[in-house]
């Protein structure tokens, strides 16, 4: 079974930055295409960000694109979500994902979940 940990997100005014980072526990990290999504009380969770493995090939939700970005280190099996010039609209119980493939930006391909960290932005 592969875990997923999630850490870094937290309270933040608007127009701030928060960097989230998800640590996989699994040596074939460098193998699984990773994502982040979102999930605001009573709202579907959405796709926000994904990368795929090998080449690192990335992709956006177009409400983030320019202000957010998906990284990862393959020595640390971890992946980052690296947030600037947050609006009110960001806030979000933000989880990471894992994907056996090339890469995919839907919820429902996911293999496995992180438990979601939590990030606020107040105006």
């Known amino acids: 079974q592969i875990h997923l940990v999630e850490s870094g997100g937290g309270l933040v005014q608007s127009g701030g930055s928060l960097r989230l980072s998800c640590v996989v526990s699994d040596l074939t990290f460098n193998s699984l295409a990773m994502a982040w999504f979102r999930q605001v009380p009573g709202k579907e969770r959405e796709f926000v960000a994904a990368?795929?493995?090998?080449?690192?090939?990335?992709g956006y939700t177009d409400s983030v694109k320019g202000r957010f970005v998906i990284s990862r280190d393959d020595a640390k099996d971890t992946v980052y979500l690296q947030m600037n010039n947050l609006t009110l609209e960001d806030t979000a119980v933000y989880y990471c994902?894992?994907?056996?493939?090339?890469?995919?930006?839907?919820?429902?391909?996911?293999?496995?979940w992180g438990k979601g960290t939590p990030v606020g932005v107040s105006p």
């Open positions: 990368i795929s493995p090998v080449f690192g090939g990335v």
């Open positions: 994902a894992a994907y056996w493939g090339s890469y995919s930006a839907a919820k429902e391909e996911m293999h496995y």
